[in-house]
């Protein structure tokens, strides 16, 4: 069944398109893409144009390639590309007073995908074409001379543009910053006055106000003019890209015309704020690009941050507006790089009292108006356009056609070449000179079936396709319970979908792209050398092993499925290296010391082993602590792959190794690698080193001395327990005696008494003799 040709991958990429069967034609797509070339196909009259092996693919090449093998001239498909014009005015003014300056306005291109068509557009300046001139001053005090003349511009203003046509308007507009610190005084006093004390007539503060609508009317333009006084504000930099984004959008406040020339002329003598500055003022919310203007006032100043470059440019080349700075000398410079981001913008020298601003605008807008731009918007995906300008001051570019130092009634013609490299319908875009109204709507459709096919339904049975159905371009449309090339392929009670399955590997793509699916098997292609395909999936063939020295297996060996089979004496993944081990032998004649292979001359080691040699591995684990350990049952059997010997003194260089034996000794060693990953020598130093024996005497001698000393502190703190025993109850008799009443006689006998018996008690004390024989002796 002839379908629409997908998927994209099916198409050629800058030559033309092939016919969509059921079969595949990837071959077709292997094509070289860079060469630029169309293909042609066959009619349905020749039916044994492929040859065994040959998929129907190669019915699509170019006219020689097809008439060599065999085609006729007239059995050969050539879809040509289709043009039409469906609307072409004459540049002229038409009924209703519309002026027409580019022709045609419409055309239908039918494509060939990858096969470019050409065609031309003319364009012719008008003479005396609607022109809307919007004068955008900044009123910051600086400019306070420059308004001054303003205010008496409007009549030679007028007389300047009536030179270039009788149908302009002028509209006016002044901007100064945004009212919020760090721009502009917030003290109240400052809003209301911003200049200085000695200036009376001072207006207020503002970011943008929209003064006058665009008039044909010179008295209206002087009139609102005058009315206008100087402000100011705190830096340099001006609120300008408010005000034209504002100017550009709002188009009926302005009151922009659909028909004009329209202009922005920007009088300034101080740089701007762009998108970002706004973050100064804690202003965080983007510019949107939207018109917000109330009483002729910008209302969002306060709450939008400055627009971007890149967004003005867009709006001002969206609305068809060109843009004339008039700026002092100081920020030339400025303005002359920002005309190079703004389409059809250009940047005059204002003199230091704007005395020049007339000739200068005048000026600007000739060279303005001498430079034709044609470009297009955005295009549909894989859609390329190149214009090549037919006038003597011509640019060439796949953006954009230019033509300079265009007089006004001079006709230049455009030739624009437009390719298609993917299959599309209905797709379109608009071509127009910069600045002007006049567009060409381009429609896009592309062939991308298979003109031979009547695309109904199955016709009579043919013996081209062994009488199991019909002929289709060439190709045959097989009856239902029949598939293949030919039809021969009857599939019963299996479903196409399940024979496809059977061809697929790992479900991938049906015989890998390289053959048919008949009757659930493979039946390969020839390669473009010639030869076959082969494999359950056409996966292998003889041509594409890995080059060395730009020859297949560098000559020294043959394909097979991909991989080089070397012939002897040679090896290496394209048989590159002759068999040798020369370079990989060490001084002890081992290859790479038994630690790698060696390939092509040189080692491939293993486990972490650097080359040349395979002697040294620094990621590997020490040997000193793999190698040794207290094994003193089952040394011989941890350590069989170390040969010892014990040594008095070191022969090896190697680094000292110490490991704790059995016996809690330091025993010394050292390790040599010998060929191989596992295999040691070690040289043992005789001599180890044993800790001394401990000291008996001293451990006895220091543990009887701490035990005396431990029973002398306790039977001192025994006697210090009974002593405050003692004590207290010494106290205890004390108050009471006090409490008795006593003969002096008495008393007298009984202090003897008491003396006596505190000699006593002192005296067992002294003799550590039981001092609670006090209480008996002493007692009343």
């Not at 624009?416 to 000179?433: G, H, Q, R």
């Amino acid at each position: 069944m002839v379908t629409q040709c997908s998927p994209p991958q099916v198409l050629l990429k800058g030559l033309s398109y092939c016919p969509c069967y059921s079969f595949s034609i990837q071959t077709c797509v292997r094509a070289d893409m860079k060469k630029k070339f169309s293909f042609f196909f066959l009619l349905p009259f020749m039916q044994n144009f492929t040859k065994a092996g040959e998929q129907d693919a190669v019915r699509c090449n170019t006219r020689a390639n097809l008439i060599s093998a065999g085609c006729q001239e007239n059995e050969i498909i050539s879809p040509a590309n289709k043009l039409n014009i469906a609307k072409n005015d004459p540049l002229s003014a038409s009924e209703n007073g519309q002026v027409v300056q580019m022709r045609p306005q419409k055309i239908d291109l039918d494509l060939r995908p990858g096969l470019p068509v050409s065609f031309n557009v003319s364009f012719k300046a008008a003479e005396g074409h609607p022109v809307d001139l919007y004068y955008l001053m900044d009123l910051s005090y600086s400019m306070r001379d420059d308004l001054a003349n303003v205010k008496v511009l409007g009549t030679d203003l007028f007389a300047a543009l009536r030179k270039i046509t009788k149908h302009a308007r002028i509209g006016f507009g002044a901007f100064v910053d945004k009212t919020v610190l760090p721009y502009t005084n917030t003290n109240k006093e400052k809003l209301l006055k911003p200049c200085d004390e000695n200036d009376q007539q001072c207006q207020a503060a503002f970011g943008y106000r929209h003064v006058l609508s665009l008039t044909p009317n010179k008295n209206d333009f002087e009139a609102e003019v005058k009315k206008q006084f100087i402000s100011g504000n705190l830096d340099s930099p001006e609120g300008s890209l408010d005000a034209m984004m504002q100017a550009a959008v709002c188009e009926d406040k302005i009151g922009w015309n659909s028909n004009s020339t329209r202009l922005i002329v920007l009088t300034t003598d101080a740089g701007f704020h762009m998108a970002g500055d706004g973050k100064l003022a804690g202003i965080l919310e983007p510019n949107d690009e939207q018109c917000h203007m109330e009483n002729n006032l910008y209302v969002k100043s306060t709450e939008m941050d400055y627009p971007s470059v890149g967004q003005l440019a867009t709006q001002l080349e969206k609305n068809r507006i060109q843009t004339i700075f008039a700026v002092t000398q100081n920020v030339e410079s400025v303005y002359k790089e920002l005309s190079k981001m703004i389409p059809k913008s250009e940047v005059g020298v204002l003199s230091s009292d704007s005395k020049n601003v007339v000739e200068l605008i005048e000026g600007a807008y000739n060279a303005l108006s001498s430079k034709v731009t044609i470009t297009h918007d955005s295009l549909p995906e894989n859609v390329r356009v190149v214009y090549r300008p037919i006038c003597s001051h011509g640019e060439k570019s796949e953006n954009q056609g230019v033509c300079d130092q265009v007089r006004v009634g001079d006709e230049v013609i455009f030739e624009i070449t437009v390719t298609a490299d993917l299959c599309m319908e209905n797709k379109f875009f608009t071509i127009s000179p910069r600045g002007i109204k006049d567009t060409l709507t381009v429609t896009i459709n592309t062939t991308c079936k298979c003109q031979c096919d009547t695309a109904g339904p199955i016709g009579d049975p043919h013996p081209h396709c062994n009488m199991r159905g019909s002929i289709s371009c060439g190709i045959c449309r097989c009856n239902k319970g029949h598939v293949g090339q030919f039809c021969s392929c009857k599939i019963g009670d299996k479903d196409e979908h399940t024979l496809r399955a059977s061809c697929q590997k790992d479900n991938g793509t049906k015989c890998e792209g390289r053959g048919d699916c008949v009757c659930g098997r493979c039946e390969c292609h020839n390669t473009d050398s010639g030869s076959q395909y082969y494999g359950p999936y056409c996966e292998c063939d003889d041509d594409h092993c890995e080059k060395y020295q730009n020859q297949q297996c560098g000559g020294n060996g043959e394909c097979r499925c991909g991989k080089c089979e070397c012939n002897p004496g040679f090896e290496g993944s394209t048989c590159q290296c002759k068999t040798s081990d020369e370079a990989c032998r060490t001084v002890n004649n081992s290859v790479c010391n038994g630690r790698g292979s060696c390939k092509c001359n040189q080692c491939e080691c293993r486990g972490g082993y650097q080359r040349p040699h395979c002697l040294e591995c620094p990621g590997c684990t020490d040997p000193c602590q793999t190698k040794s350990g207290p094994f003193k049952k089952n040394c011989s059997e941890a350590c069989k792959t170390i040969s010892s010997k014990i040594v008095e003194k070191f022969t090896f260089t190697s680094k000292e190794c110490k490991q704790k034996d059995s016996e809690g000794c330091w025993m010394t060693f050292k390790l040599v690698q010998l060929v191989g990953e596992d295999n040691y020598e070690a040289e043992i130093r005789k001599q180890r080193e044993c800790p001394p024996p401990p000291n008996f005497i001293a451990i006895i001698r220091g543990s009887v001395a701490a035990v005396h000393l431990i029973g002398i502190l306790l039977l001192m703190l025994i006697k210090l327990l009974r002593y405050m025993k003692d004590l207290k109850e010494f106290r205890k008799f004390e108050n009471e005696k006090k409490k008795s009443k006593w003969s002096s006689k008495t008393k007298l006998s009984l202090q003897k008494s008491l003396n006596t018996c505190w000699i006593s008690f002192l005296l067992m004390i002294v003799e550590f003799r039981d001092p609670c024989a006090f209480r008996s002796y002493c007692s009343v």
